[in-house]
C-alpha cells in the first residue's frame, strides 16, 4: 500500500494472495454495476425477470439496459449534474435528473447504438427492487455478498457511510450515484468478481451471457485498454502486455478503480486509486500482475 494506491488479489482458486490494506472501506463506484448485473441475471434464472422483454411503457429490454443499448443518455457530462455534485448540493429527486439529463430523448433506437449510461443502471436497480420487493443493497447482500462469508460491504447510502473511507469523501454524497455505491475492502471487491466470474454465485449459461459483447471496439489512449468491449455490466478487453481483462473500472471526485479477472495469469485484481480518474488504478492493476 501507498499514500496513493491501494490494491488486493486473489488466484484462481479464490485464495487471497495480496491485501494491500485489509478492512480499509473504499467505493467501488461503477463495479456496483457488476453486482446489479450478476443480479438481475440470477432473478432471471429464477423466472422472475425476463431479459428479452420490453419494460412497461418503455421501447427497450432489460438487456439492452445491461449492455447499454437502450439509447439512452448518460447523467455524468450534464453541466448542471457536475455542478450540482461540485456545490456539495444534496441529490436531486430522480424526476429532476431525468429532466436534466433528457432521458426520455432517446439517442437512437434501442439496439443500433452503444453508449454508457448510468441511468440504464439505474433503471435496472429500479427494475430488480420492484422484483424482489426489497432495497438494492440487501438484494446485493443476500445473493453475493452473504454467499461468500464477507461481512464488510455494503451499499452507501449516506454521507455518514462515505465518512468510513479511507480517503477523503469531500462531502460527496453516495446518493449522485443514482445506480448504488457498494463500498468495501480491496480483498472483498476481488472475491466477489472471483465468485462471479469462476465461482458458483451463477451457472455457466450465466457466465457466459454476461461475457457477450455488445461492443468490441479499439483502445483508449492514455488507459490500459488495447481493446475494448462490453458485456452485460463487465468491461472485456486487451489489456497492454497481459491479455483479456474482465471486470469494471469506476471513479468519482476522490478516488478510482479497476476490478477485473485475467484469464491468462488466473488472477483477479481490485487496484484503487486516490483521485478521481480510473487512469491510475488500471495502470496499478497491471502493475499488481507484473510483481507475480
Known sequence: MTDRFISAAVDLHGRLIRDDAPGAMLPWWSFTKTLIAACVLQRAGEGFMDLDAEMPGRPYTLRQLLTHTAGLRDYGPVGPYQQAVSAGDTPWPVAQLLETAR??????????????????????????????????????????????????????????DFETLVWDAQGYHPGWVYHGCMIGPAADAAKVLHAILIGDLLTDAQRKQMQLRSL???????????STGYGL?????????????????????????????FPQSGLTVASFSK?????????????VLSSR
Open 103 to 160: 432521458a426520455e430523448d432517446l439517442l437512437g433506437a434501442p439496439g443500433t447504438r452503444w453508449n454508457y449510461s448510468n441511468i440504464g443502471y439505474m433503471f435496472l436497480r429500479f427494475a430488480l427492487e420492484v422484483s424482489e420487493g426489497a432495497p438494492l443493497g440487501e438484494i446485493i447482500h443476500r445473493r453475493l455478498i452473504a454467499p461468500l462469508g464477507l461481512k464488510t460491504p455494503r451499499l452507501a447510502m449516506t454521507p455518514a
Open 275 to 287: 483521485g478521481g480518474d480510473e487512469s491510475p488504478a488500471e495502470w496499478e492493476t497491471l502493475r
Open 216 to 226: 468490441d471496439e479499439g483502445g483508449i489512449k492514455g488507459r490500459i485498454w488495447r
Open 233 to 261: 455490466g463487465l468491461m472485456i478487453g486487451e489489456a497492454e502486455d497481459h491479455g483479456l481483462a474482465i471486470g469494471h473500472a469506476g471513479c468519482g471526485p476522490m478516488s478510482g478503480n479497476l476490478v477485473a479477472h
